[in-house]
């Protein structure tokens, strides 16, 4: 069966730092994935998506992630995290396969100290 | 303004009585979800509809019915066969079924079951 692994449960950095959220997969066919963002309060919303090409993708505020296919990893990364980036980060999984079904990990809490 | 709006935001429940939450979307979109969300497990698929009068078994659909009678509407039933009902609901819904969209997300239904 899919599964999606976060291995962070819960991750706490000071203004400024880098961040990288680590996201491995277990598919072998090919897959589509997401990372979604839940902050305080708010509804959960896509931060970023990989679907084919550039494996470098671009999100909003400043979110990037790299798929490597080899390492079925789509890591997410940030040069230098705000007070506001303080969220739940989900990882998600969609295969071609069974295209209506997206898998979520099980979420990565960031806590951003001011 | 198009969304997706989820009734209550907060809803409490004598154990062994049947709840039904509601999900309504004016995106146009053919899919619809039901997930729950547990701290530190993600989110997990219950339900999904891919058209109207149509709907499939997620991964954990054991105590939970739903139906799809019109486009914009998927309401989400929690019965007394749900052995831990007590959760964060969220339903979402994307453009076209089987296709490679993301899933737009409403605020979700905390249930609390007394």
């Known amino acids: 069966a899919q599964s999606v692994s976060q291995h962070n449960h819960h991750v706490i950095l000071s203004e400024a730092a880098s961040l990288e959220l680590g996201c491995n997969y277990s598919?072998?066919?090919?897959?589509?994935l997401f990372w979604y963002v839940q902050y305080p309060g708010q509804h959960l919303q896509l931060l970023l998506k990989?679907?084919?090409?550039?494996?470098l993708v671009k999100g909003i505020k400043g979110f990037e992630a790299e798929f490597i296919k080899s390492k079925f990893s789509f890591n997410l990364r940030k040069p230098s995290v705000q007070w506001s980036d303080t969220a739940e980060y989900f990882c998600?999984?969609?295969?071609?396969?069974?295209?209506?079904?997206?898998?979520f990990g099980s979420g990565t809490r960031l806590s951003i100290r001011p | 303004d198009g969304g997706i709006t989820q009734s209550p935001k907060y809803l409490f429940r004598k154990e062994g009585q049947n709840v039904t939450l509601s999900c309504e979307q004016n995106?146009?979109?053919?899919?619809m979800y039901w997930y729950r969300q547990d701290p530190g497990q993600g989110l997990r698929l219950i339900y999904y509809?891919?058209?109207?009068?149509?709907?499939q078994k997620g991964d954990i659909a054991e105590g939970y019915s739903v139906s799809r009678e019109k486009k914009e509407s998927f309401p989400l039933t929690v019965t007394s066969a749900q052995k831990n009902p007590t959760a964060f609901y969220l339903c979402?819904?994307?453009?076209?079924?089987?296709?490679?969209?993301?899933?737009?997300f409403g605020p979700g239904t905390r249930l609390t079951v007394l």
């Open positions: 598919y072998g066919g090919t897959v589509n």
């Open positions: 979402a819904s994307s453009p076209l079924a089987g296709a490679y969209n993301e899933q737009f």
């Open positions: 995106l146009n979109h053919d899919a």
């Open positions: 990989y679907f084919s090409g550039d494996p």
């Open positions: 509809s891919q058209i109207v009068n149509d709907f």
């Open positions: 998600a999984v969609q295969s071609y396969s069974s295209a209506s079904k997206i898998i």
